[in-house]
């Protein structure tokens, strides 16, 4: 069993940044798959970066490449999202969800835990 609490979110003005936390309880977090999500209002639950258990691999969705960059401290149970050059249209709230398998999976029903979300609002 692992709970997950997102931590981070905010109002910010397009072009800044903000870095989201996802701390995890339980004793399995080293072994999983992390996942970020959001999702805006109306829209379906969008992936946007993931990493596996060892923090050796990453994958980011093309929207937000190059801007957010996915990364974990085990010793901590924390994932991150370091979002950078935030757009209007990265408004969401973030959910951060984990894996018990060992590959990066973007459909969001292969995902085990969810967090309860962090608001990201930017304004333009």
């Known amino acids: 069993q692992v709970q997950l609490v997102e931590s981070g979110g905010g109002l910010v003005q397009a072009g800044g940044s903000l870095r989201l936390s996802c701390v995890a309880s339980g004793r399995t977090f080293s072994s999983c798959t992390m996942g970020w999500f959001r999702q805006a209002p109306g829209k379906e639950r969008e992936f946007v970066a993931a990493?596996?258990?060892?923090?050796?691999?990453?994958h980011s969705a093309h929207s937000v490449k190059g801007r957010f960059t996915v990364s974990r401290v085990n010793a901590k149970n924390t994932v991150y999202l370091q979002m950078n050059s935030l757009k209007p249209e990265d408004t969401a709230v973030y959910h951060c969800?984990?894996?018990?398998?060992?590959?990066?999976?973007?459909?969001?029903?292969?995902?085990?835990?969810w967090g309860q979300g962090t608001q990201v609002t930017v304004s333009s």
């Open positions: 990493i596996t258990s060892s923090g050796e691999i990453t």
């Open positions: 969800a984990a894996d018990v398998g060992l590959s990066i999976v973007i459909f969001p029903e292969y995902y085990d835990y």
